[in-house]
């Protein structure tokens, strides 16, 4: 049986290409990447010249899936007018640099609707996806619904809430980003082989096992249960190597893409958690 595929959150300094370049450098197989800086509304368009340099540099490093992380501000499930009109036309956008780039995959959160039920959040982010993606062609690229901790009014915390979402708009391509840190503070306790499987089943269930196209490999700071959203370097946080392993391990999973999304105080700690993941699959 074939390995999965793993990679990092690269940076884009120097351009977007560079992303590409710093993965190949490290030796990964894939990449995830921002188009854009990941905390303004603003973003700088891309120039035919970043356009064909990205396309140039893929090409050259065969670096795939790639996949883009859709900015921070963006909210699908707005209960604010004028917010919610933004985080549509933001989305919009980031779904337009993805086509340009001609990437694989836009990962997405789904969104906090503060104040109103779960059930009215799942169902305008529904709507804001097909109002924001109208009209577009899509070719190959997915977006993939990434489940969150649940912090404050976050949905997206359960499988079945992305599993809805995707029910209510069939005529976009979508997919799930599984993010195991996400997973674990949501209460999904994968600690243990019999929890990881019964998650693993419950997504079978909801989503699809099959559409669960890219894993978010991280440790988690926060504590299980607590629906805080810490990312921790492999094995130093409350998830442990061991139970990461498993994960990298499973038979289920290895179709999807594992991205790490650990943090950057540390540059030697990319590499060290990346070479955590790469011993973790290496014999799969
Ligand atoms: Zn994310
Ligand atoms: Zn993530």
Not at 104 to 116: C, F, I, K, N, T
Not at 184 to 209: C, P, S
């Amino acid at each position: 049986m074939k390995r999965p595929r793993i990679g990092f959150h690269a940076p884009i300094k120097g351009g977007v290409h560079n992303a590409l370049v710093v993965a190949k450098d490290t030796g990964c197989d894939t990449v995830q990447l921002f188009s854009r800086n990941p905390r303004g509304w603003m973003a700088k368009p891309l120039t035919l010249d970043d356009v064909l340099l990205f396309r140039k540099v893929r090409k050259q490093t065969k670096i795939t899936p790639v996949l883009i992380h859709c900015n921070y501000l963006v909210n699908l499930a707005a209960v604010d007018d004028v917010f919610l009109q933004k985080s549509r036309e933001s989305f919009r956008e980031e779904v337009e640099r993805a086509l340009l780039l001609g990437v694989d995959y836009l990962v997405v959160h789904p969104g906090s609707s503060r104040g109103a039920c779960e059930a009215d959040g799942i169902a305008l982010c529904a709507e804001s996806l097909k109002i924001a993606c109208k009209g577009l062609k899509f070719g190959s690229l997915r977006i993939l619904l990434e489940n969150t901790a649940g912090q404050g009014d976050c949905i997206g915390h359960r499988f079945e809430h992305l599993a809805l979402i995707m029910e209510l708009c069939p005529k976009i391509p979508l997919g799930v980003c599984f993010d195991t840190a996400h997973a674990f503070t949501a209460g999904y306790d994968i600690r243990e082989e019999d929890g990881l499987n019964a998650l693993v089943q419950r997504m079978q269930k909801t989503v699809g096992i099959k559409n669960v196209r890219a894993i978010h490999f991280n440790d988690s700071r926060a504590v299980y249960n607590s629906r805080v959203d810490r990312h921790w370097h492999i094995g130093e946080g409350h998830i442990g190597a061991e139970a990461l392993r498993r994960v990298a391990r499973h038979p289920k999973l290895k179709h999807a893409a594992f991205i790490l999304e650990t943090p950057y105080d540390d540059p030697r700690a990319d590499l060290k958690n990346l070479s955590m993941l790469r011993s973790f699959v290496s014999g799969c």
